[in-house]
């Protein structure tokens, strides 16, 4: 089993910024992990924002190139998101999945509200 504990959202003015954190526990080597972040608009299917391999490969979607970068502590397992640049239309429930041996696990969720 793998628990996820997200952190890090909040309100925020368009063009500012934030950090999500998001840690991962239980019996697993951090080298079998692969990380992204989702994200969910209200009324609007979850969507993949990013994702980091076990190496440290990244890769972001359009809407989010550029202004967002997602990295990862292998020894902390940890996983972060820092998003720059905010705009309203990022704002929603970002959530940290975690795929270990092919096995998906999500966290609870941490809302993102980005005000005009």
């Known amino acids: 089993q793998v628990q996820l504990v997200e952190s890090g959202g909040g309100l925020v003015q368009a063009g500012g910024s934030l950090r999500l954190s998001c840690t991962a526990s239980?019996?697993?080597?951090?080298?079998?992990?692969?990380m992204a972040w989702y994200r969910q608009a209200p009324g609007k299917q979850r969507e993949w924002v990013a994702g980091i391999t076990r190496g440290g490969t990244a890769n972001y979607a359009d809407s989010v190139k550029g202004r967002f970068t997602i990295s990862r502590d292998n020894a902390k397992n940890t996983v972060y998101l820092q998003m720059n640049s905010l705009k309203p239309e990022d704002t929603g429930v970002y959530y940290c999945k975690a795929n270990v041996i092919g096995h998906d696990y999500w966290g609870q969720g941490t809302q993102v509200t980005v005000s005009s």
């Open positions: 239980g019996s697993f080597s951090s080298l079998n992990v692969i």
